[in-house]
């Protein structure tokens, strides 16, 4: 088992940033693909991110490259996501997942492991 749990959403102008971060616990991430989605209301949960762990590799879709930047932490089993240039668009709540498996995987039910979630709420 992997317990995720995310942390850094907020309330934030158009424009501005936040980072979210996400803990892991309950085994080695070594083997596995941590990934970032989202979902705002009355939609369907969205991929945003997501980084192979052994090796850092990143992938984001074109919607949020050049804003979004995931990135980890070996020695703290953490991951974030640094959010630039934020836009009403953005706002969802956002999950940190994790699949086991070397591939990145843009597909939510190719993950195994699931947070909690964080909102973001980006204000014009």
């Known amino acids: 088992q992997v317990q995720l749990v995310e942390a850094g959403g907020g309330l934030v102008q158009a424009g501005g940033s936040l980072r979210l971060s996400c803990a892991a616990s309950?085994?080695?991430?070594?083997?596995?693909?941590m990934g970032w989605f989202r979902q705002a209301p009355g939609k369907e949960r969205e991929f945003v991110a997501a980084?192979?762990?052994?090796?850092?590799?990143?992938y984001c879709p074109d919607s949020v490259k050049g804003r979004f930047t995931i990135s980890r932490i070996n020695t703290e089993n953490t991951i974030y996501l640094q959010m630039n240039n934020l836009t009403p668009e953005d706002t969802a709540v956002y999950y940190c997942a994790a699949r086991a498996g070397p591939g990145i995987l843009t597909i939510t039910n190719q993950y195994n492991y699931w947070g909690q979630g964080t909102q973001v709420t980006v204000s014009t």
């Open positions: 309950g085994r080695s991430l070594a083997s596995y693909v």
């Open positions: 980084i192979r762990w052994s090796s850092g590799a990143t």
